[in-house]
């Protein structure tokens, strides 16, 4: 059974710092994504990443993947308030229904 | 081009009742993933529906059904509702079955 954590569970931190969240899978996927969701929201998609090494940034945000550790980070430079928000990384296996497995998410909160 | 669209987004309801959750897929997508999302944690996987047809469901009861139209507008219909069943119900669409899903705003199901 495929399974997603990821790390912090809660990201407390000042605007203009940096920080990284963790996402580790368990078994071999084909994809992996990055969303957002605002409370009470729904989620909005971030990136989608395919292959090993693969690198992605919009923003103040970047996310890469390493497949052979089954790691994935999203990098967050300077942050700001307005990203505040709860992040979850999910993984899917394509020819297998195509469910996504979601992470347990990550709260980052933004202070002033 | 229209998003995926959800219905309704709020509901009440008490132990024991039944409740039907609507979704309009995006344009041109033929598939519809439904997901729970209980308070605090990451979506789970239902069911998903492709052309008409359940293509692969989650560790979720029989009491959990769904159903897909010719249009390619989907219901999850939850029976005997427990208070368990409290939660964000997510449905997304994806141009079939293999590819990226796009989520809907989700329907907050509240049983009382």
């Known amino acids: 059974e495929l399974k997603v954590e990821q790390n912090p569970l809660f990201l407390s931190m000042q605007e203009g710092k940096n920080y990284t969240i963790y996402c580790n899978y368990s078994t071999t996927s084909d994809r992996l994504y990055w969303y957002r969701q605002d409370p009470g929201k729904s989620l909005e998609s971030l990136f989608v990443l395919l292959s090993n090494g693969a690198v992605k940034q919009e923003g103040r945000l970047m996310a890469s993947l390493d497949t052979k550790a089954r790691l994935s980070t999203l990098h967050i430079t300077a942050a700001v308030h307005d990203l505040s928000a709860t992040y979850f990384c999910a993984v899917d296996r394509t020819g297998t229904a195509s469910k996504l497995t979601f992470g347990t998410g990550t709260r980052l909160q933004v202070t002033l | 081009e229209t998003g995926v669209t959800q219905s309704p987004t709020h509901l009440i309801k008490t132990r024991g009742q039944q409740v039907t959750l609507r979704c309009s897929s995006q344009s041109g997508h033929n598939t519809v993933s439904w997901y729970q999302q209980a308070l605090g944690q990451g979506p789970q996987f239902i069911f998903q529906?492709?052309?008409?047809?359940?293509?692969g469901r989650g560790n979720f009861p029989p009491r959990f059904s769904g159903l897909q139209f010719p249009n390619y507008s989907s219901e999850l219909n939850v029976n005997a509702l427990e208070l368990d069943d409290s939660a964000l119900y997510l449905c997304a669409s994806s141009l079939d079955r293999d590819s990226t899903q796009y989520f809907g705003p989700g329907t907050r199901l509240t049983v009382l």
């Open positions: 529906y492709y052309r008409e047809e359940e293509n």
